[in-house]
């Protein structure tokens, strides 16, 4: 079974700063992948980056990066000049290869921009 | 546009109707998904078909019944519902369910359910 801890229910940002979502799994798997996405008051749920479990380098997508730490189970989302647009929830999610690739998402960290 | 479509957006229903959620992707993916979304708890897989086929039930209740026709398709009739299954039902589909990828899943807007 796997799990995703994320323990910031809610967090409040400037405009402009940089801000870490934290984000903990838990996973038996060998192999697995690690996504961050993000859902505005819209509903649907926007993909911002991918970390696999083998790749060396931390992902980076634009203003995104990915902390990715394996021995201590950490895969924090990194924010760079926040934007007021960025505010929305944010989830944590892994997945593992098997004959139906589940999503297994965290309960999610409430992200408010601040002008 | 997300490239995969759901409607209704909104939908309220007595626990005695018949609905039907429908989900449409035209992205060449291989695999569709039901998620539920409910206050306050984690997202949950409901259903996921690869290649048109079911590979996957998580102990979902019969009052849902999905229906995949074809790999850009996907539909969740809904039947004698109670007012607990009220939430956001999103629909999500990649490239086939196999494997690892690092494409990541596109995710519909999901439609709001709320059973009276």
């Not at chain 1, 984000?23 to 991918?50: A, H, N, R, V």
Request: glycine share 6%.
């Amino acid at each position: 079974a796997q799990k995703i801890t994320q323990t910031q229910p809610g967090m409040f940002v400037q405009e402009k700063e940089a801000v870490t979502l934290d984000c903990t799994y838990d996973t038996s798997d060998q192999s697995y992948g690690l996504f961050w996405y993000k859902q505005p008051s819209s509903g649907e749920m926007i993909f911002l980056i991918y970390q696999g479990s083998y790749d060396e380098q931390n992902a980076t997508e634009g203003r995104y990066s990915l902390n990715f730490q394996k021995a201590r189970k950490s895969a924090n989302l990194v924010i760079s000049a926040s934007q007021l647009g960025d505010s929305a929830m944010y989830f944590c999610v892994i997945t593992s290869p098997g004959s139906a690739r589940q999503l297994t998402f965290g309960s999610g960290t409430q992200l408010t921009v601040l002008p | 546009e997300t490239g995969v479509t759901q409607t209704p957006r909104h939908l309220v229903m007595g626990m005695t109707n018949k609905k039907s959620l429908k989900c449409e992707q035209h992205l060449g993916h291989n695999a569709m998904y039901w998620y539920k979304q409910s206050a306050k708890k984690p997202l949950e897989l409901m259903f996921v078909y690869n290649f048109k086929e079911q590979t996957e039930n998580n102990s979902v209740p019969s009052r849902f019944s999905p229906e995949c026709p074809n790999s850009s398709h996907l539909f969740l009739h809904l039947h004698t519902l109670q007012p607990e299954d009220s939430a956001l039902y999103l629909c999500a589909s990649s490239q086939d369910a196999t494997g690892l990828a690092n494409y990541g899943y596109t995710f519909g807007s999901g439609t709001r359910l709320t059973v009276v």
